[in-house]
């Protein structure tokens, strides 16, 4: 499977963002899907994961109460709404794609990834 992840952009500090991760190759409605993201010179991070059936998600806790993941599987698509941005929130995001039933916060689980967009917010 092929992703696209797209919706990046400068916005400020409070502002609202939705990226989308466009799947091809494959339908998504058999992965488990997630979004990381990555500053410069740090790790790769993960932010939001999403089971296969969309009743399962969970967060890390800085992102937790303020960002939303989901699936339009009939859109084979994957969202994350971001809302209340800081500045913190900075980084190239990448959605990603797994084999199985259970949601996972590693990096490693994960096979496919999308070439990342960049979230640049201002203060």
């Known amino acids: 499977v092929q992703l696209q992840a797209s919706g990046g952009g400068l916005v400020q500090a409070g502002d609202s963002l939705r990226l989308s991760c466009a799947a091809s190759?494959?339908?998504?409605?058999?992965?488990?899907m997630g979004w990381f993201r990555q500053d410069p010179g740090k790790e790769r991070e993960f932010v939001a994961t999403?089971?296969?059936?969309?009743?399962?998600?969970a967060y890390s806790d800085s992102v937790k109460g303020r960002f939303t993941i989901s699936r339009d599987d009939r859109k084979n698509t994957m969202y994350l709404q971001m809302g209340s941005l800081k500045p913190e929130d900075t980084a190239v995001y990448y959605c990603?794609?797994?084999?199985?039933?259970?949601?996972?916060?590693?990096?490693?689980?994960?096979?496919?990834w999308g070439q990342g967009t960049l979230v640049t917010v201002s203060s």
């Open positions: 990603a794609a797994k084999s199985g039933l259970y949601i996972s916060r590693i990096r490693s689980d994960y096979t496919y």
């Open positions: 190759g494959r339908t998504l409605s058999s992965f488990t």
């Open positions: 999403i089971n296969w059936r969309g009743n399962v998600v």
